[in-house]
């Protein structure tokens, strides 16, 4: 089992920068692909980035403006946002799943999700 609690929202204006950060339990988050996804009001759940052991993956959306990092001692992933647009406004969840193959954007991929921090980029 394990517990993910995400942090580091807020709002903030267009342009600006916001990192959210993904506390894990347990002492295996090392062996966990971890994943941020995010859903805006009437919007499906998606795809935001994912990071296995050092290899990363990022939605075409934000490609270039966010980088997902971790710091396996710390049981933490992370989401430096930058250049932030208002329709990056959304709630944002943080993801776990053993490290395993196949795409990393499928949400049914992954087996545990934390509560979700708002985002709210104002223009």
């Known amino acids: 089992q394990v517990q993910l609690v995400e942090s580091g929202g807020g709002l903030v204006q267009a342009g600006g920068s916001l990192r959210l950060s993904c506390a894990a339990s347990g002492r295996t988050f090392s062996s966990y692909t971890m994943g941020w996804f995010r859903q805006a009001p009437g919007k499906e759940r998606e795809f935001v980035a994912a990071?296995?052991?050092?290899?990363?993956v990022y939605a075409d959306s934000v490609r270039g403006r966010f980088t997902i990092s971790r710091d396996n001692a710390k049981n933490t992933v992370y989401l430096q946002m930058d250049s932030l647009k208002p329709e990056d406004t959304a709630v944002y969840y943080c993801?776990?799943?053993?490290?395993?193959?196949?795409?990393?954007?499928?949400?049914?991929?992954?087996?545990?999700w934390g509560q979700g921090t708002q985002v709210t980029v104002s223009s």
């Open positions: 993801a776990a799943v053993p490290h395993s193959t196949g795409p990393l954007s499928p949400a049914f991929k992954y087996d545990y």
């Open positions: 990071i296995e052991l050092t290899s990363t």
